[in-house]
């Protein structure tokens, strides 16, 4: 395989007339094209991409090989896998890393954490309490599997098993050891926001989101996008209807090149209420249809989909 593939890398250099200085640029170094190129090392995911683009090749013809089969190799699975994530199709997302192996397992493991946890919040919004801690609980073993777990995983992980059960006290303690070691204060603080706000406690909700007035979490849109919801809902629940809209759609344009599905059901579930009660019913049902859109794709079709109405 990876003899195979660095002679597609050397003989689509040579045919483009580019040098191994030309084709390295500054992402990688000159040895390890070398490498690659003889066969004696394989390209990370990043590194394929990396090349298939300076080279101007799809992604499939470095992996193909003389079998039909090779197409669906490794590295062409887990890019089937990132682009369903990214469109929300988090069933098919886990379907195709399940034909993920070597050299990509780390790479497929962080992704099904992510795939799983996101799947276990469609399941919260359903009222499918026990599937969606499941879930939960295998994100976070997929999480500390992987080398490119990240905290933010385990620590949203706790938060869902929280939500699923009911059982706050706990699951708190334990997602606040799993942001201990060094992290975004910012991020602790909206994950502390977002728990007291599904207990119902909006004034403590309110100080943890007072603490993110600097702003240190924009760096990271989803984030962003979760503190303006977060937000969005304070306000709602002091019957500020305008503001809290307008804290939806600073969301909702965040979002929109980081899909975030489950979050963005709840995000037109709350942009629902506020237009409600402004009385714009046009747009109600325009972000009602959104909302029931996002909570049934790639869902059975049971009618277990509404989500949970606003505290």
């Known amino acids: 395989m990876s003899e195979m593939l660095g002679k597609k890398i050397r003989a689509l250099r040579l045919q483009k007339k580019m040098t191994q200085k ?5 992402f990688i170094t000159r040895n390890m094209l070398s490498q690659i190129e003889s066969g004696t090392a394989t390209p990370s995911m990043r590194t394929l991409e990396y090349l298939a683009r300076v080279l101007d090749v799809p992604m499939f013809y470095l992996m193909e090989d003389e079998q039909p089969e090779d197409r669906t190799m490794p590295i062409a699975m887990l890019q089937k896998a990132k682009r369903a994530f990214r469109d929300g199709d988090y069933d098919a997302c886990l379907a ?3 034909r993920v192996k070597e050299p990509f397992l780390e790479e497929a493991n962080a992704l099904r954490a992510k795939a799983s946890l ?9 009222g499918e309490f026990e599937q969606a801690k499941q879930l939960a609980e295998e994100a976070m073993q997929l999480n500390d599997q992987s080398i490119y777990g990240a905290r933010s995983v385990k620590a949203d992980a706790y938060l869902c098993m929280d939500e699923a059960t009911n059982e706050g006290w706990d699951y708190y303690m334990q997602y606040r050891s799993a942001l201990e070691t060094p992290y975004s204060n910012a991020h602790v603080s909206m994950i502390n926001a977002e728990m007291f706000l599904n207990q119902g406690k909006v004034e403590q909700a309110r100080i943890m989101l007072d603490a993110l007035s600097g702003g240190d979490y924009d760096h990271c849109m989803l984030d962003a996008g979760r503190v303006r919801l977060l937000q969005a809902r304070v306000a709602m629940a002091k019957e500020q ?8 759609h600073e969301a909702e344009e965040l979002w929109e090149q980081a899909p975030h599905h489950a979050q963005r059901a709840l995000l037109y579930q709350c942009m629902e209420q506020c ?9 109600a049902h325009h972000y009602a249809s959104m909302r029931i859109s996002l909570l049934t794709k790639g869902l059975p079709s049971d009618g277990s989909h509404e989500a949970e109405k606003q505290e």
């Open 22 to 26: 030309e084709v390295v640029g500054d």
């Open 96 to 98: 195709s890393l399940q």
């Open 118 to 126: 996101e799947k276990a919040r469609i399941l919260l919004r359903q």
């Open 241 to 248: 209807w305008e503001e809290a809209l307008s804290l939806c």
């Open 275 to 283: 237009a409600m009660k402004l009385d714009d019913y046009k747009s």
